[in-house]
């Protein structure tokens, strides 16, 4: 267990909220139980982390293998019969499956929801943060329709790489240097309210997606600045964030190895890295999104993902409780996670994907006095999905969809 899996783990229990993130896939076709059945097993079998399950021992915490397979429930998906029922089926089933926590004690950390329906159906797949980042969990997702279109047919073994010897030790990869750590701030006061989560889901199709993606290499920035600038300045202009706040963005520490680790490794290997910003919503976009992207990039080759990750580290190094950790992990502004275009291919034989995106679980960073709002970004099958995962206290549901719609606005007006 490395540094950030054991952050995630406390973290996970020091709170009532939990850690898990959600993948959620809608496929087109007829998936039958038993090769479902089949494609899981061999999932299992070839990433240890997904045969793994947590032991407690007071406020230590270690992986420890299983052999229970991946629970899988099923509910009817409506799409044969209520299309506009179907198109929100995803959010009360991701909702129980975010609310559940993974204790460990023989189960695996991961988890399916099946919405299954005659020609079609989603399947959520939920994974505890610490076995799992974005970027894997997409791999996975791929190796599973993979086997799927197979019909679950495993004769054939695929050469599997021996991931546990691949997988980083992060305090060799990066050094611990205590003077870059940022000062551990610890919020004795800070209470436990009960906060629930929840998101909105807004999907730009694919010419509007292909019109942000060229205004946005036009002026030589990342996609994840653009959107980034477009979120600041609708939660700015809804109230939810102060005009000065703080810009969040999700950096994955496997590209900032040598050698670069492979993006189907399961491991947990993303840290935050934050920048003061100051955001006017009735500002055109152009100069957020550039500032955003220059102070990113300069960050990076200053090595604040590494600073990050010591910080995690000395906040570590007393050996603190669940609690105690949760106390001092605390977070504000808007955040970015993006995982760009995707290694997901549409077509699986007969299974045709029509839709994928993610969401996750807020709760135990944040306060709520210092509101925390999450832009999930995917671009799949040329279209860009965008999910807002928000405490409910902080935004509700009818805020939520209002801070999206006037997003999108945003985006389409660089047209």
Known sequence: MNVLERAECLL???SSGNMNFTVVVRYRGVVGEPALEKALATLQGEHLL??????????????????????????????DRDPLGAAQAWKPAAKAALRQRFSGGGEPLWGITWLKGN??????????????????????????????AARGDTSGPRPSPDWEALTPDLERAFPWQPQDAIAITTLKDRQDGGLTT??????????????????????????????????????????MLPPRTT??????????LHPALPWDLMRLLRVCVESPVAVDPAEPLEPLAIHLHRVLQEQLREGAPQQALHTIGEALRDAPS??????????QGGLITNLGRVPVAAQHGDLQLERL?????????????????????????????????H??????????????ADMKQRLLALA
């Open 391 to 404: 405490i409910e206290q902080q935004l509700g549901e009818a805020g939520a969809e209002a801070v999206m």
């Open 322 to 331: 669940p609690r105690t950790f949760w106390q001092r992990s605390w977070r």
């Open 247 to 256: 810009a969040c963005t999700v950096v994955n520490l496997r590209h900032r």
């Open 12 to 14: 996970d229990a020091g």
């Open 50 to 79: 997904l045969r793994s399950t947590l032991h407690w021992d007071g406020a230590s915490c270690r992986f420890a293998p299983t052999a229970a397979p991946v629970p899988v429930q099923t509910r009817p998906w409506p799409g």
């Open 119 to 148: 020609g079609g159906g989603e399947l959520l797949l939920t994974f505890h943060h610490a076995i799992a980042d974005g970027l894997s969990s997409m791999a996975l997702v791929e190796r599973l329709f993979v086997l799927l």
């Open 357 to 389: 995106f993610f969401v996750a679980n807020i709760e135990p960073i944040a306060l709520p006095e210092q509101p925390l709002v999450v832009l999930g970004a995917l671009g799949f099958h040329d279209r860009l999905s965008l999910s807002c995962l």
């Open 198 to 239: 929840s998101y909105a889901l807004s999907e730009l199709s694919a010419p509007s997606t292909q019109v942000v993606q060229a205004w946005t290499r036009r002026r030589g920035l990342r996609l994840n600045a653009t959107l980034h600038a477009a979120f600041l300045q609708a939660l700015v202009a809804a109230g």
